[in-house]
Every structure is written in C-alpha cells, then in structure tokens.
C-alpha cells in the first residue's frame, strides 16, 4: 500500500539510464517481428531513473522515477516493470487531491490522483500471466491506458540485510507471448543492518492466551487474550507486536495481520504489515478479504453493498 515517506537522504547517488531497443529475437514470425517493432519505437525514450543512498540501510529506500513522452498502443499491455527480491514496502508520494470546479452541481466527480502503478507482492502473480520478476516484489507501471501517467515516482523501501539487485525492463504482454522492448537492466544493492531495535519482552510470562493462531506459513503465531493480542515469530520466539483488538487474524501469505479495534462487531478495523511492524490501515467494514498474494486488501460493507479494494 502506497504511502508517503517520512524519511529524507541526506546523499543520494543518481544514476539515470534510457531504455533503448532490444535486438529482436530470431524465433519470431514475421507478423510478430513487425508488432515487436512498432512497439519498441513507441518505447524507445522511455527513461528510468534510480537514486541508491551511499549506505542503504535494513529500513532504508531507493527512489525510482519513470517518464515517457508518449503512451503505448492502446489495448496493448506495455509496463515499465521493476522487479526486487524480497518482502519489500513501495512508498509513494503524497499526491493532491483533485479540486471539482467551484459551484459546478452537474458536472461528473474528478477522477481520482493515483499514483500510476501497481505493487505486486511475491507470491501475485502479473497482470494476463506477465511473468517478468516473478517471485519477487513488482511494481508495474501501465503505458498503454488513456489515464496512464507518462512520468512519476515512488521508493522502495528493503528490510533484509542483503546483497540483491534491481530489475528493470519494458515488457508487453501481446498474441506473440511476452516481449522485452527494451534490454534488461540490473543494478546490484547492498543492503547493511540497520540499528538494533529494543524489544521489552518476558520471556517466562505466566499469563495464558485464550488460544494460539499459527499464520498459514507457520511463519508467526498470535497469543490472543480478551481485549489484546501479541504475535511472535516462531521461529525466535521475539515478540514483533502487542497491540490492543480482538479476534485478529492473518492474512494469506502471513505478511499482515488484521484485528477489530473497536467493541466487537463494530466493524473497525487496523491492518498492519508484519515485515515493517506498521500500521498501514484502518478500513471500516462488515468483512475483510484478501486477493493476489495479499498485494490488495477487500472491505466489505453488509448494509449497503458497497466494496472497496485497496492496495496494500
């Protein structure tokens, strides 16, 4: 779920790189050679800037920016595809809200400021079966829709104290297969340890849970008490959250935890990331439901049928 850094480097490294046309394969006929072609030319000066701190830290970020000076074929899925490993956060910048026009009654709602991408976790799979980066966190950046966003920017922020790398290419998804429009390019991150976290935990508490919830994963386990819950990682046995709420529950792939914070029944909710211990929402609903890997978040309403899907 996108939201907004609070975090400023003090040094960035630029680097900026144009994505140019990529040999054609040999094994495509030529009505697919001609389509390949044409797509590539519409591609050709799309340019993706990435900026890497001198020490990227666990919790640290990397800045992408994208432009393009014109938009895609229509009704031909083109992305600006970025692919990297590990459980991850994609921040984007806080974006103004679209003012309607003053004492206009009949004039249709503006459309909404989005950020122009989508975040894909590592178990999702891509948009009509696009498997560039698959098993890695994704962010798609759609070029072929009348609303596309020809230029933005959003953060990545990393946990594990890794080396890893970034993946990033022009991909289009047509009837010839997958294509790459532009080369692969990869750029290598090291990631250090960050500072240590101090966590206040007793490990001989003599307090019982009214019952134990193990994640899907068997990745954490929740002790849930009446009033409040705690979620501990299995395999250390360290307390990662203890927060107030009842009847919480794991998402699928065991990366959030959901629990109602309000009277029971009340239909109030909080959702929070397990890899960043963060808050990340607070969705009001009759029923909570996940989809694709858990990349976006379902809410419910029984009264009135209403439905809302969010990216997480």
Known sequence: MPRRCLGLLLSIAVSGFVLTAAPLSAEAGPDCAAETNTLKRAVAEVRVDIEVPPTLVAGGTIKIAWHSKKRAPLKTPVFVAVAVNGEVRIESPALPAPK???????????APNLPGFLALSPSSSGPLGLAFGAGKSRVLIPLHLPGAKLDGEFQIRLYDAVDTKIDVAVVARTACGERLLSPLTSRPLTVTPGRPEIVVQDPFDLETPDRVLASNSERYRAHIYDGHYRIFDSATGAKLVDRAGHDPNFSPTSRFVVANTGARG???????DLVSRDVIATPHGEFIGWVHGDSFLIVGDGSWGNLSVRPM
């Open 100 to 110: 309607p026009a003053a004492n206009d009654l009949t004039s249709a709602p503006p």
């Open 266 to 272: 009340s239909g109030d909710y909080e959702v929070i």
